[in-house]
Nanobody, 124 residues
C-alpha cells in the first residue's frame, strides 16, 4: 500500500509560480510511474503531467506545456510539479497519483493510489 501526501498549494496571483510536492511512503517508489491530476469545481478530474518510474520520460497536457514541469527524486520518494506563468484557469485541487505501471500513464483509472489533494488558487 502506497500513501501519498501533497503539499505546496496556495493562493498566487496570475503570472506567479508554485511548486507542489508529493511525498510517497509504503512502497518501492522507483517502481511507480507518478502523475499529477487536477479537478476544478464542477469539472471532471483531468490529467496534468506524468513521469516514469526512472524519471527518464515525461508527458504533460497541452494546456500546461511550457509552463509546468514534473520531476522526481527517487532518493527522497518525492515527485514535484513546478508551475510557472500560472493562470486563473489553473485553479483547482491538484492530486498526486501512483500507478504500478512503471511507464508514463495519462489515464486516471490506470492509477492505483491517490493523495488527498492540495488546493491551488490563481487570482486575476
Amino acid at each position: 500500500q502506497v500513501q501519498l501526501v501533497e503539499s505546496g498549494g496556495g493562493l498566487v496571483q496570475a503570472g506567479g509560480s508554485l511548486k507542489l510536492s508529493c511525498a510517497a511512503s509504503g512502497g518501492t517508489f522507483s517502481r511507480y510511474a507518478m502523475g499529477w491530476f487536477r479537478q476544478a469545481p464542477g469539472k471532471e478530474r483531468e490529467f496534468v503531467a506524468a513521469i516514469s518510474g526512472s524519471g527518464g520520460a515525461t508527458n504533460s497536457a497541452d494546456s500546461v506545456k511550457g509552463r509546468f514541469t514534473i520531476s522526481r527524486d527517487n532518493a527522497k520518494n518525492t515527485v514535484y510539479l513546478q508551475m510557472n506563468s500560472l493562470k486563473p484557469e489553473d485553479t483547482a485541487v491538484y492530486y498526486c497519483a501512483a500507478t504500478q505501471y512503471s511507464i508514463v500513464q495519462i489515464i486516471n483509472y490506470l492509477y492505483d493510489y491517490w493523495g488527498q489533494g492540495t488546493q491551488v488558487t490563481v487570482s486575476s
